[in-house]
């Protein structure tokens, strides 16, 4: 099974570039998870076609393409 790309919208993008360092790092280490099955631990569905998931420090909200392998992160909320 090939690995989902990611990508951010535009909002999503820039709060991810605002993210300390501890909140990065801990994005980064759901994303390879993510990749690898958007819709495993520690996936919620949202029951909209959309799936939440929590990093230290926030959460992103996002859909997933299956036609493309590609996850659209359209909300990351920075706590």
Not at 5 to 24: F, S
Request: hydrophobic residues 45%; proline residues 4%.
């Amino acid at each position: 099974m090939s690995a989902y790309a990611i990508r951010y919208a535009d909002r999503a993008a820039r709060c991810k570039a605002a993210l300390t360092t501890p909140q990065r790092v801990s994005l980064e280490e759901l994303e390879k998870r993510l990749s690898l099955n958007p819709f495993g631990a520690p996936a919620i569905s949202n029951r909209d076609n959309s799936w939440s998931a929590a990093f230290k420090g926030g959460f992103i909200t996002y859909v997933v393409s299956n036609r493309h392998v590609v996850i659209n992160v359209v909300d990351l909320v920075a706590l």
